[in-house]
Structures are given as structure tokens and as C-alpha cells.
């Protein structure tokens, strides 16, 4: 069964002895078969409300800048930006080597950089230093550029539901197993046997818990940034 919007319908489908749809009568489901539908919807769109940054669900972005323009835009899928990924790319073209972006918070930017935005005098551009983020959708940068630099940045999108018989979900295919016992519970829900449905919740949960094991509780090494003295200096005798 192929990992598509058609096979996971039909996998709650044939769970149930449904018959299973096919990619014409797809799109004109009613019934049941509307409400199959949307169960698989409801269960990925639960997954991935269930954690802010999936790595399946992780974008990297490219901007390319204009000159003496401070703010700009993030894209309209952003779910949440990963704020110490910005940095500028390399561009022999400008001579320019990549460097990233210090953080700068938006009250600070107001109060020592806001008149960047009014100013046109030329002097004021240069290579960006700072990225700050807007109270809306859009991050600034510190100082505005002189040049069409190439911005570089990552973040997490916000998935959209599937329609076509062939979308494909963003969550990967190993854990289509999840999103059936999602969509089994929803669709229990549907029918009004809310026993089932409760089973079907608890395996749900589990499934999703055991994704953020794997993907979210990461331990990250820590690296030792001690100087240790060699024996050659501990031992040395002071000549005076």
C-alpha cells in the first residue's frame, strides 16, 4: 500500500472491513468514508501539535537581501524559527566570507538601532552583525545591508492537511503506524464506540511518546573547555 493520503484512508478502511477507495471515487468520499478523511488529518495534525520541532518538519531557508532594507519577511509555514542558525553566506562576488548573526533582542533594537529604518543615508549599510525577530512575522537585521547578500536560516514549518489522493504526509513512513492508531481512535470517536476509541488513544499516545524519544530527547555531549597544564610547566622551577 503506497505511504499516500489514499493508502493511510484505506488502512483505517480496511481495519474497519470498509471497502477501500480508489483514486477516482477518492476525491467525492462521503460518509463514513469523509469522515475516514478526515481522521487521518486530525491524528498527523496532532502529532505534530505535540511538539514544536519535529526534525521532519525542519526547513533551511534562503534570503537574498536588499540593500538598505531592515526587515523582511518569514515564510507563511514558519511555525517557529531557530533563531542562532542565521548566518550570511559566502559570496566572492562581495568578498565576503560566511558569518553568523548575533542575537538581538527586539527592545534593544529600539532603543539603540530604530532609526536605521528612517535613515537613507548609505553610510549607515554594511555587512549584517544582528538578527533580531518582530512581535510580527518578520525578523530585522543590524546594520541594513549595503548588498544583495545571501541570508541563510532554518526553521520548523507548519504542515498543511492532506487533499489529493497523493499527498504525502510530512511525518515519515516508519511511524504510519501512529497515524493509524490516531486515526482509528478518531474514527471510533465517529462511530460512538468510545470503548475502542479509548484503546486506541492510549496506543496513540505511546506511539507519539515513542517518536519524541527518538527524535526530540536528545543528550548532546559536552566538550571540555579547560585548559589542562602539561607536566613540562606544573613542574617548572621559577629562575630569579
Known amino acids: 500500500?503506497?505511504?499516500?493520503?489514499?493508502?493511510?484512508v484505506n488502512d483505517v478502511n480496511k481495519r474497519l472491513n470498509e471497502v477501500e477507495l480508489t483514486s477516482s471515487n477518492f476525491g467525492n468520499?462521503?460518509?463514513f468514508y469523509s469522515a475516514a478523511k478526515d481522521s487521518v488529518n486530525a491524528a498527523i495534525?496532532?502529532?505534530?501539535?505535540?511538539e514544536f520541532e519535529w526534525p521532519f518538519n525542519h526547513v533551511e531557508q534562503e534570503d537574498t537581501l536588499t540593500a538598505g532594507e531592515t526587515r523582511y519577511a518569514f515564510p507563511s509555514d514558519m511555525k517557529t524559527p531557530d533563531m542562532d542558525s542565521f548566518r550570511i553566506k559566502r559570496n566572492s562576488t562581495f568578498n565576503n566570507k560566511t558569518e553568523k548573526l548575533k542575537i538581538l533582542s527586539y527592545e534593544?533594537?529600539?532603543d539603540r538601532f530604530i532609526d536605521n529604518e528612517y535613515n537613507t543615508n548609505s553610510s549607515i549599510r554594511s555587512l549584517p552583525k544582528c538578527?533580531?525577530?518582530t512581535p510580527n512575522i518578520e525578523y530585522g537585521l543590524v546594520p541594513p545591508p549595503d548588498k544583495a547578500y545571501e541570508l541563510v536560516y532554518e526553521y520548523y514549518r507548519l504542515p498543511i492537511d492532506l487533499i489529493t489522493a497523493?499527498?504525502?504526509?510530512?511525518v515519515p513512513?516508519?511511524?504510519r503506524y501512529v497515524i493509524i492508531d490516531g486515526s482509528m481512535y478518531y474514527a471510533y470517536l465517529f462511530r460512538g464506540n468510545t470503548q475502542d476509541a479509548g484503546a486506541q488513544q492510549q496506543k496513540f499516545e505511546v506511539g507519539i511518546k515513542n517518536m519524541r524519544t527518538l527524535y526530540v530527547n536528545r543528550y548532546d555531549y559536552l566538550r571540555d573547555t579547560r585548559i589542562h597544564r602539561?607536566?613540562?610547566?606544573?613542574?617548572?622551577t621559577r629562575v630569579g
Open 1 to 8: 500500500m503506497a505511504y499516500d493520503f489514499l493508502g493511510l
Open 131 to 133: 538578527i533580531f525577530r
Open 29 to 31: 468520499a462521503v460518509g
Open 166 to 170: 497523493t499527498d504525502v504526509p510530512s
Open 173 to 175: 513512513e516508519q511511524f
Open 108 to 110: 534593544e533594537y529600539l
Open 230 to 236: 602539561t607536566a613540562q610547566y606544573s613542574n617548572a
Open 45 to 50: 495534525r496532532f502529532i505534530n501539535q505535540n
